[in-house]
């Protein structure tokens, strides 16, 4: 509990925010941001498939990548404060 504990804090100070509701707004708030962005990879992704560059392909699904990593570490976070407020 200490370290569960411990990581809300250190979301928390990271977001400058004081308690858990203005942690799930912000939190939202940057998901709603990274699923655009992942959006808008998708879309550019589709428009150069058949780009003669490796390379850009590689670098979009890189990008793609890496959004969902942020957007499964976010949404852990909004569970973590959700149960947190509850508890």
């Known amino acids: 509990m200490a370290r569960h504990s411990r ?3 250190g979301w928390a100070a990271a977001m400058e925010v004081g308690n858990d509701e ?5 939190l939202h708030s940057l998901l709603g941001r990274l699923l655009d962005s992942q959006d808008r990879i998708k879309i550019t992704a589709r428009s150069v498939s058949k780009a003669p560059s ?6 979009l699904d890189t990008a ?24």
């Open 7 to 9: 990581d809300l804090d």
């Open 22 to 26: 203005d942690a799930l707004r912000e």
């Open 54 to 59: 490796e390379e850009v392909r590689r670098s």
């Open 64 to 87: 793609l990548n890496r959004i969902d990593l942020a957007v499964v570490a976010i949404d852990d976070a909004l569970r973590m404060f959700a149960a947190h407020e509850r508890g």
